[in-house]
């Protein structure tokens, strides 16, 4: 069987293979808590083992081998020069003495065994320069070498090629005449040719080839010579006798025929892209070419075996327009929508399809005409009418195609997702033909349909298949499933030594290799193993160069090396999709896990201005809250109170769950060293109101307390130092009496009277007992118990029996006596206090309240007395009376 045969089998028997691609979809997952970050790499979707569109789908296998186009050759007649026609007559061997012969008829070799009938009728007999021969009419002697010459020629003529070979042999052998020879020579190999005496018609050729360079019988014994080393499949040997013949033959069909038989060497010799060249000179030849048809196949086929399937279609369509051959059409048709099929093109080769099945010549390729047609319907997704026109052809089906066809049809079930019936049609596949090459097809598809229907038993399926299949293909592939059913079920410990078993196949598309390889490295992170996913994702970095998901495996092996504590492997990753991939969507988590790194590396600015960074360029990103959080601490760090504010605000604004309780102290504490009294104060109550659950620092509340008694704002004051008192272990013992000054302006005096008491409590010494003693008695007097606040202000005024304290116990003793309406005796304890005592605040106002209780005892000489002391003392006091 010749290559050309050979390829058109191949052809029909493999044009559409399936293609299983997997979506690439990816989603967040959280990482290692020991890592400060929000997100980790998206990672890929199982794999989904139909394609998109379309999915599995068996190649369309012919029943029988379509007839092979026949290939044009050259008739005898073109081939060899013809001598002069002469009338022809009785033979009679040549005597030196006899007188000259006529010219016998010119000889006319018969056709070689490959050659067709259909000669073009333009063609024409050549004469070929004869020996010098003496004119009709003179007298000049004919030689005895044109006698033998003419001899022989009679013979030849007569087809008495037994009798005619020695006579050309004597010929060649005794001649001098290189005209002569070359004539002898090449005839004898005529006859030995058509005696059937092949190495000797060789070896007469041989020598008209090697022995002559020029003689119009060169280039016909070249082609002689190349077409029996042809016959014989010595196709090394017939290449450069068919290249002579191309140029030392003058005829332009055996030129041709030489060029056609060249690049048939050249194709049989393996020698592909120099076969190409001279078919496509074939092709381009104008003019009458009979060759133009076989050479346009053939180049289709070297095409598609070099994936120029392209270049195929476009050869295959014109042959399809220009032949004239009903049954070369339809061929052409046929070829060319299988590979428009298999090239994605279903759309385009539909139509060809249906044109080829219109004509009555499309004999054998019916079959895979009306398969192909099926594919076509299945890449265009038209899943119901080819389930349609497989129930309509039903017994017209035959046997040998039933079980393709049911493939077809099942895939066709299962993208609708009735996996029930898809897996009812493989069964019947397994079942009714199990010797067909689709038996193995259909069980492996069975086992998809389980895998896309999420079947709970598609892994022991899986197993079973394995057990018993010996397709090393399916069987990785198998596997692969299997390992994307497990993925898919998040059993990521149980995936991983099945990942393992396929990611060095060669069986299984690259592109599903590395993907499975990322898996890998995904499963083991998730397994808690970052060990084993730091060597899935730098082999497929190292095997995957130009791999779209780099930046994704780069990203995925930083985690892990950050899971390691490997933080300056971990940061070189990150870089590196920093600067060598600017415009991968994983910028964004490589910024961010920089800036942590950078942090954990105790450089604080780095990490600060990473984050900017971060920022600046995703302002979205909702690692927004953590980056202004770390932007904050950092300044917060250094001191930078006011700039550490507003990064800090804005983290727990974006993300009030984590950063309330980190942000807001540090707020609080950033405008407490700024003094910012209202913002501090508005801080602290956001935070208590919002739900903080720490405390807020006590020098913090108690700053605001005295600040705001010390302005006279009790009620604020009040409400800080309430929060500062009910601390427990933080609080101090002035912040009691504190307290309840601010309660006591506020005329809380039970409230005041208990923290006075607490107060006592915890004081010892003459000094603070003295002010707990004051404010006990103010709040006593407030209450109405004059006597416990008399008692109160006596022993306190004992405790110092000299000093402020004194002076205040004795005010508060004159209080307690105005209070019960003993004017005088209140008088005569704030004039008491006014006398013995100077102070500007003490002073002013004893002499205020004497004046005030001498009015009420009627004494009003006192009085105005005491206010003209008050006024030439201190004269800026002003008077409230």
Same mark, same amino acid.
């Given at each position: ?18 293609? /299983?691609?997997?979506?690439? +979809? ?14 980790? #790499? ?198 450069? =006798? ?28 393996? =020698? ?27 180049? %289709?086929?070297?095409?598609? #075996? ?8 476009? *050869? ?27 090239? !994605? ?16 010549? +499309? ?24 389930? *349609? ?8 089906? &035959?046997?040998?195609?039933?079980? $393709? ?23 019947? +596949? ?14 492996? $598809? ?100 130009? &791999? ?59 990490? %600060? ?24 601490? %950092? ?40 003094? @910012?009294? $209202? ?33 006279? @704002? ?23 009496? /504190? ?5 006591? @302006? ?39 118990? &004059? ?12 405790? *110092? ?12 003793? !004159? ?32 002499? $205020? ?21 008050? @006024? ?10």
């Amino acid at each position: 069987m010749s290559r050309g045969n050979v390829w058109l089998i191949a052809i029909t028997l493999g044009v559409l293979q399936e293609q /299983n691609m997997a979506q690439q +979809v990816f989603k967040a997952e959280p990482i290692d808590p020991g890592v400060r970050a929000e997100q980790a #790499e998206p990672v890929l979707e199982p794999f989904n083992f139909d394609s998109p569109q379309p999915a599995a789908t068996p190649k369309p296998k012919p029943t029988t081998t379509p007839k092979p186009t026949e290939v044009p050759v050259v008739p005898a007649e073109r081939i060899v020069p013809a001598e002069r026609i002469v009338p022809a007559e009785p033979i009679s061997k040549p005597s030196p003495t006899s007188t000259p012969a006529p010219t016998l008829p010119p000889a006319r070799p018969a056709m070689t065994p490959f050659l067709p009938e259909g000669t073009p009728p333009e063609s024409r007999p050549q004469t070929v320069p004869e020996p010098p021969r003496p004119e009709p009419g003179t007298t000049e002697p004919m030689s005895d070498e044109q006698r033998q010459l003419d001899y022989a020629n009679g013979l030849y003529a007569r087809k008495i090629h037994d009798l005619a070979a020695p006579e050309y042999e004597k010929l060649a052998a005794s001649s001098d005449k290189p005209l002569t020879r070359q004539v002898a020579y090449f005839r004898l190999g005529e006859c030995y040719r058509a005696l059937g005496r092949k190495d000797l018609a060789k070896n007469a050729y041989d020598n008209v080839v090697s022995l002559f360079v020029n003689g119009e019988f060169v280039g016909p014994a070249a082609y002689r010579l190349a077409d029996l080393y042809y016959q014989e499949k010595d196709f090394a040997t017939a290449l450069p =006798l068919f290249r002579k013949s191309s140029v030392r033959n003058k005829d332009p069909v055996v030129v041709l025929s030489s060029k056609f038989y060249t690049a048939r060497c050249l194709d049989s010799l393996r =020698l592909y892209a120099e076969a190409r060249s001279v078919y496509e000179d074939v092709v381009g030849m104008k003019g009458t070419n009979p060759f133009r048809e076989a050479s346009r196949l053939s180049l %289709a086929r070297l095409y598609t #075996e070099v994936r120029r399937k392209e270049d195929a279609i476009r *050869q295959l369509d014109a042959l399809a327009k220009e032949t004239e051959k009903p049954d070369i059409r339809a061929e052409a048709l046929v070829k060319s929508a299988l590979l428009k099929i298999e090239t !994605g093109k279903a759309a385009e080769a539909a139509p060809d399809l249906a044109a080829a099945l219109a004509m009555p010549e +499309v004999g054998t390729w019916r079959d895979a005409a009306q398969v192909g047609l099926m594919h076509t319907l299945f890449q265009t997704g038209k899943y119901e009418e080819l389930l *349609q026109r497989f129930e309509a052809m039903g017994a017209q089906i &035959s046997p040998a195609r039933r079980p $393709e066809m049911l493939i077809l049809a099942a895939n066709a079930q299962r993208q609708l997702g009735r996996h029930e019936a898809a897996r009812a049609a493989y069964e019947e +596949v397994v079942k009714n033909f199990p010797d067909s090459p689709f038996a193995a097809d259909a069980r492996f $598809e069975r086992l998809v349909s389980l895998y896309n229907a999420n079947d709970p038993g598609v892994v022991e399926a899986a197993d079973d298949f394995l057990s018993k299949t010996d397709n090393e293909d399916k069987r990785d592939q198998a596997t692969l499933l299997k390992a994307e059913a497990l993925y898919k079920r998040s059993e990521f410990a149980k995936a991983m030594p099945v990942y393992e078993q396929v990611i060095d196949s060669k069986l299984i598309a690259p592109s599903m290799r590395g993907d499975a390889l990322f898996k890998l490295g995904w499963c083991a992170m998730q397994a808690q193993n970052p060990k084993k996913a730091v060597e899935a994702f730098t082999r497929f970095i190292t095997d995957n160069r130009t &791999s779209r998901q780099i930046p994704a495996a780069l990203v995925q092996r930083a985690l892990a090396l950050q899971r390691l504590k490997q933080y300056s492997e971990a940061l070189m990753d990150f870089q590196e999709i920093l600067t060598r991939h600017p415009k991968a969507k994983e910028r964004e988590l490589a910024l961010q896990q920089k800036a942590l790194i950078l942090g954990q590396q105790q450089d604080n600015k780095g990490m %600060a201005a990473t984050f900017r960074q971060m920022l600046k360029e995703f302002p979205q990103t909702p690692a927004g809250a953590q980056a202004n959080y770390w932007i904050g601490w %950092a300044a917060f760090e250094i001191k930078d109170y006011a700039g550490a504010v507003e990064p800090l605000e804005t983290a727990r604004k974006l993300d009030k769950a984590e950063y309330l309780e980190r942000a807001s102290l540090r707020i609080i504490l950033a405008k407490y060293y700024l003094e @910012q009294r $209202e913002p501090l104060a508005t801080e602290v109550d956001f935070y208590v109101e919002g739900g903080g659950i720490g405390k807020v620092p006590a020098e913090v509340l108690r700053w605001l307390g005295m600040s705001y008694l010390a302005d006279n @704002q009790s009620k604020k004051a009040a409400k800080y130092l309430r929060m500062l008192a009910t601390r427990g272990d933080d609080v101090q013992r002035d912040d009691l009496l /504190n307290f309840g000054r601010a309660l006591l @302006q506020n005329k809380d005096f039970a409230e005041a009277a208990k923290q006075a008491t607490d107060y006592l409590a915890m004081a010892t010494d003459a000094f603070p007992r003295a002010n707990g003693l004051l404010l006990l008695g103010q709040a006593k007097l407030g209450a109405g118990d &004059s006597a416990g606040a008399k008692k109160a202000a006596q022993e306190a005024s004992a405790l *110092q029996p000299e000093g402020r304290l004194n002076a205040e116990g004795r005010l508060l003793l !004159g209080d307690i006596s105005m209070a019960g309406g003993d004017f005088d005796e209140a008088a005569k304890a704030f004039m008491g206090v006014a006398v013995v005592f100077d102070d500007t605040s003490i002073t002013p106002q004893a002499l $205020e309240k004497a004046a005030l209780a001498y009015k009420k005892a009627g004494k009003t000489a006192d009085a105005a007395k005491a206010i003209n002391t008050l @006024q030439s003392r201190y004269p800026e006091h002003p008077i409230t009376q």
